[in-house]
């Protein structure tokens, strides 16, 4: 079973960054694209970020110009680059991996807290 390893949460000051990473515990050989979801306590998981299959980038109006996806083939490891941070970001933060066969895998999560 595929695992994801997530990293890079942690506390940050409002206005800060942070660079979440995510890397398969084995390569994944199936085409798949790559996500960055995220739930803050007492609200639904929400989609944050999407690299699809095709290589293209989709943001969730809330992130648009302050996040940014991305994927280092060579390293078998998914970013996501947190800029310009707010409160309101504070969240935990899971990875995503979806095959085109299917399969579907989750990170552990990562907690982000933007907070002065």
């Known amino acids: 079973q595929v695992q994801l390893v997530e990293s890079g949460g942690g506390l940050v000051q409002p206005g800060g960054s942070l660079r979440l990473s995510c890397a398969p515990s084995?390569?994944?050989?199936?085409?798949?694209?790559t996500g960055w979801y995220r739930q803050a306590p007492g609200k639904e998981r929400e989609l944050v970020a999407l690299n699809t299959i095709y290589g293209s980038a989709n943001y969730a109006d809330s992130v648009k110009g302050r996040f940014t996806i991305s994927r280092d083939i060579a390293k078998n490891t998914v970013y996501l680059q947190m800029n310009s941070l707010k409160p309101e970001d504070t969240a935990v933060y899971y990875c995503?991996?979806?095959?085109?066969?299917?399969?579907?895998?989750w990170g552990q999560g990562t907690q982000v807290t933007v907070s002065s």
């Open positions: 084995e390569r994944i050989f199936s085409r798949y694209s």
């Open positions: 995503n991996v979806h095959t085109v066969s299917n399969d579907n895998y």
